[in-house]
C-alpha cells in the first residue's frame, strides 16, 4: 500500500496570502495524484486531478504540480472560503490511499 | 447538475448488519465506476470499495473484504453498500463518489454508528 504524507499538518495564513502544501509518496505514483477540498461537515471537493489538471469549476488560483513521489497544491491567494483541509490522494497503486490532510487555518 | 444522496445509516450493535444505498442524477450513472470512500469521526477518508460500470468487477480495501458487499441497479441509478458483522471501527460516514478521474463528485454521506 502507498503511504502519503502531508505537510505541513497546519498552515496558518492571511487572506491574500500564498499557500503552499506538500504530499509525498512513499513511492511513485506517476501524475495518479489528486486533491481535495473539505470543509466542516461538508464533503470532500475534487480540486485537481493527474498532479496538475484543475478539476470542473475550481477556480484558477488552485494549482498542482510534481510527479514520481513529490507534489504540491498551490493556492496563489487565499480567499476566505480557502480555509478547509486539504488531502491528497493517490490512483497508481491499489488500494487507492489518502493523505492525512494538512489544515489551512486562519492566522 | 449531479447529485448523489446517501441514505440508510443509522445506530447498530457490534455484529449487526446495515445497508446503504446512494441514488444518483444528473448524470449517466451506467457509464462510470462508483465507489465508497468512508470518514471516521474527526479522522481522514478511507477507500472501501468500488464496481464497475457493469458490476462485473468489484474491489475492496481488505479490513471490510468478506463483510461489505458493494453493488448497483443501473436501472435504478442506484449503488449500494451491505455490510454485515459490523464492528467499532465501522463508524464513520460513508460517501458515494463518482470513480473517474479521481473521486469527481462525493454525495452528502450518511452517518453509521456501531455501537452496543
Known amino acids: 500500500e502507498i503511504v502519503l504524507t502531508q505537510s505541513p499538518a497546519t498552515l496558518s495564513l492571511s487572506p491574500g496570502e500564498r499557500a503552499t502544501l506538500s504530499c509525498r509518496a512513499s513511492?511513485?505514483?506517476?501524475?495518479?495524484l489528486a486533491w481535495y477540498q473539505q470543509k466542516p461537515g461538508q464533503a470532500p471537493r475534487l480540486l485537481i486531478y493527474?498532479?496538475?489538471n484543475r478539476a470542473t469549476g475550481i477556480p484558477a488560483r488552485f494549482s498542482g504540480s510534481g510527479s514520481g513521489t513529490d507534489f504540491t497544491l498551490t493556492i496563489s491567494s487565499l480567499e476566505p472560503e480557502d480555509f478547509a483541509v486539504y488531502y491528497c490522494q493517490q490512483r497508481s497503486n491499489w488500494p487507492p490511499t489518502f493523505g492525512p490532510g494538512t489544515k489551512v487555518d486562519i492566522k | 447538475e449531479v447529485q448523489l444522496v446517501e441514505s440508510g445509516g443509522g445506530l447498530v450493535q457490534p455484529g449487526g448488519s446495515l445497508r446503504l444505498s446512494c441514488a444518483a442524477s444528473?448524470?449517466?450513472?451506467?457509464?462510470?465506476?462508483m465507489s465508497w470512500v468512508r470518514q471516521a469521526p474527526g479522522k481522514g477518508l478511507e477507500w472501501v470499495a468500488n464496481i464497475k460500470q457493469d458490476g462485473s468487477e468489484k474491489y475492496y480495501v481488505d479490513s471490510v473484504k468478506g463483510r461489505f458487499t458493494i453493488s448497483r441497479d443501473n436501472a435504478k441509478n442506484s449503488l449500494y453498500l451491505q455490510m454485515n458483522s459490523l464492528r467499532a471501527e465501522d463508524t464513520a460516514v460513508y460517501y458515494c463518489a463518482i470513480d473517474s478521474w479521481a473521486f469527481d463528485y462525493w454525495g452528502q454521506g450518511t452517518l453509521v454508528t456501531v455501537s452496543s
Open positions: 513511492q511513485s505514483v506517476s501524475s495518479y
Open positions: 493527474d498532479a496538475s
Open positions: 444528473g448524470f449517466t450513472f451506467s457509464s462510470y465506476w
